[in-house]
């Protein structure tokens, strides 16, 4: 190897374990990143002739929308024959080129990577990685991926390059929706979303009268809920340990246990009518319950009080009214079970948040009451910037429970209406 490539080594693994270290364990939903996961399966050659199964994780941070352009860490890992295996670790960056919620996108990738070894004639070696990756589709995506890896340590010095095809959910810059309704996932760093993976081959689209925008717009609507309710399983557990740790009644941390698998059964079916529109298996990652973070008991009074009112009384209410509206429209029967569903459990989850709420005011004294009465009698919250209405038929949109912006507009109005003098007479009954 020549002298000048051998300072190379050090600052290509400082650059993959930097983006191991940046890689978040998930996507904030009020920041513009899309977690993005695939599968693969590749042929090598140079050193080895190689069949590969391979595994890709990446976060696209968009820093521009017109052109939607981002960048970010990506993590991969393959297992070669069967015998061997190559990581790598970088950072990628490309743009989107369609203007569809998934399309077309192109990405570069530069990193540093490691092959173990296949023999004694070819031991492991690590060096740099590039590589360029197309991605096409709206929920699940196609990838087309060329790469090459170019080996600084060790006998041969031969380049590596692979060509691989794959799927993933959902496409590197994806334009998800930034409503969430229901409970979401409240961390330290703000509301996160789970991503979501495909997992193969489902079968034949349903139904074939779908024409394909129409039919990649509402599977990425329905694969957007299921994250949301997945978000949700989380968000009741560390509800119900988060209730425990204050003494609340027993009653009480069961029925939010009770949520929690409520919203299994949500995100469960939500993904199954994604993946019967998109023709793949697609689901989101359960995510964990995020660590408790309250200094004492009044101030987790204090924040269990805002959450039951914004996440519970609104949020959970507000999604049990918009599954209401939607249930008149829809017509597949898959779609109309889960919208009764959703719509009479969301109900008992706003119902539940109330309750949370006379708790919270009764143990936690002037400054629950402060906090929440600011939150009710305050001005008006505007209700969340929900994605672009879902080009196509209408009368088919409906059919699958999607409502229009003027009846999703209608139902926050609703519950916020309601809500508001509710509220008001639990505070003057406080």
């Known amino acids: 190897m020549p002298p000048s490539l051998r300072v190379l080594p050090p600052a290509l693994a400082a650059l993959g374990v930097a983006a191991l ?15 993005s996961g695939g599968i693969s399966l590749s042929l090598s050659f140079g050193q080895k002739l190689a069949f590969g ?87 699940v995506a196609f990838d087309l991926s060329l790469r090459a890896a170019i080996p600084l340590s060790a006998e041969p010095f031969t380049p590596e390059g692979t060509v691989g095809l794959g799927l993933r959910a959902p496409p590197p810059l994806w334009i998800g929706q930034e409503e969430i309704s ?25 139904p074939a009268r779908l024409d394909r925008a129409t039919r990649g717009a509402l599977a990425a609507a329905w694969l957007d809920t299921a994250r949301a309710e997945c978000g949700s399983i989380p968000a009741f557990l560390a509800l ?100 009764g569903e959703v719509a009479r459990d969301e109900a008992r989850h706003a119902e539940l948040g109330w309750r949370v709420l006379a708790y919270c005011l009764a143990e936690g004294g002037r400054d629950v009451r402060e906090a929440v009465g600011d939150a009710i009698t305050g001005p008006a919250p505007a209700p969340a910037e929900a994605s672009e209405e879902i080009d196509g038929e209408p009368k088919e949109t409906r059919a699958f429970g999607q409502p229009s912006r003027a009846e999703a507009d209608a139902a926050w109005d609703e519950t916020w209406t309601a809500a508001r003098r509710d509220g008001e007479r639990l505070l003057d009954a406080a």
């Open 21 to 35: 270290l940046s890689l978040p364990g998930e996507a904030r939903a009020d920041d513009d990143t899309v977690p």
């Open 240 to 339: 119900a340990r988060d209730l425990a740790a204050v003494g609340a009644p027993a009653s009480l941390v069961q029925r939010a246990a009770a949520a929690a698998d409520d919203e299994v059964r949500h995100a469960a079916r939500c993904s199954d009518i994604a993946s019967a529109l998109a023709g793949w298996r697609v689901a989101p990652v359960l995510l964990p319950p995020p660590p408790a973070r309250d200094v004492d008991r009044r101030a987790a009074l204090v924040r269990l009080a805002l959450e039951a009112w914004h996440d519970g009384c609104l949020g959970e209410g507000a999604a049990a009214a918009r599954a209401r509206r939607s249930l008149p429209g829809a017509s597949d029967a898959a779609v109309k079970a889960t919208l």
């Open 182 to 206: 229901g409970r979401p996932l409240r961390t330290a760093h703000g509301v996160v979303l789970p991503p979501a993976i495909a997992l193969g081959r489902r079968g034949a689209p349903r």
């Open 53 to 139: 199964l391979g595994l890709d994780f990446r976060v696209t941070s968009v820093v521009d929308e017109d052109p939607r352009l981002g960048i970010g860490p990506f993590l991969q890992a393959t297992w070669l024959n069967f015998s061997a295996f190559r990581f790598a670790a970088g950072v990628h960056g490309g743009g989107q080129l369609s203007d569809d919620r998934g399309g077309y996108s192109a990405l570069g990738e530069l990193g540093w990577t490691y092959r173990t070894r296949y023999s004694d004639e070819l031991p492991g070696q690590h060096g740099i990685h590039v590589g360029v990756l197309n991605s096409i589709g709206e929920a």
